[in-house]
Nanobody, 127 residues
Framework: QVQLVESGGGLVQAGGSLRLSCAAS????????MGWFRQAPGKEREFVSA????????NYVDSVKGRFTISRDNAKNTLYLQMNSLKPEDTAVYYC????????????????????WGQGTQVTVSS
C-alpha cells in the first residue's frame, strides 16, 4: 500500500496554469504506475492521464492533450500534473492514484485498476 497526498490546486483564470503534485509514501514509488483522475460536481470520476513506472510511457484523455503534461520524479516519490491553458470545464477535484505492477510499461485509464487513491485537490477555473 502507498499513501498519496495531492497539492497544488486552487483558483485560476481561464488560460492560466497550475501544477499539481502527488507525494507518495510507503512502498517503493518506482514500482507503481500512476494516474490522475478528476471529478466535477454531478459527474462521474474521469480519467485524465497516466504514466508508467519509469515515466517512459504516458497517456492522456483527448480533452487535455497538448495542454496537460504528466511526469514523475521517482527519487522524490512525487507525481506531477502540469496544466496549461486551463478552461472552465477543467474545474474538478483532481485525484492521483497508484497501482503496483511488475510490468515496466503498464499504465491504465481505468479507475477500477488502481489500488490506492489520494484525498483530492480542488481545481477551479474561472471564465
Amino acid at each position: 500500500q502507498v499513501q498519496l497526498v495531492e497539492s497544488g490546486g486552487g483558483l485560476v483564470q481561464a488560460g492560466g496554469s497550475l501544477r499539481l503534485s502527488c507525494a507518495a509514501s510507503g512502498r517503493t514509488f518506482s514500482t507503481y504506475a500512476m494516474g490522475w483522475f478528476r471529478q466535477a460536481p454531478g459527474k462521474e470520476r474521469e480519467f485524465v492521464s497516466a504514466i508508467s513506472r519509469s515515466g517512459g510511457y504516458t497517456n492522456y484523455v483527448d480533452s487535455v492533450k497538448g495542454r496537460f503534461t504528466i511526469s514523475r520524479d521517482n527519487a522524490k516519490n512525487t507525481l506531477y500534473l502540469q496544466m496549461n491553458s486551463l478552461k472552465p470545464e477543467d474545474t474538478a477535484v483532481y485525484y492521483c492514484a497508484a497501482v503496483h505492477t511488475i510490468v515496466s510499461g503498464y499504465m491504465s485509464s481505468n479507475a477500477a485498476n488502481y489500488e490506492d487513491w489520494g484525498q483530492g485537490t480542488q481545481v477551479t477555473v474561472s471564465s
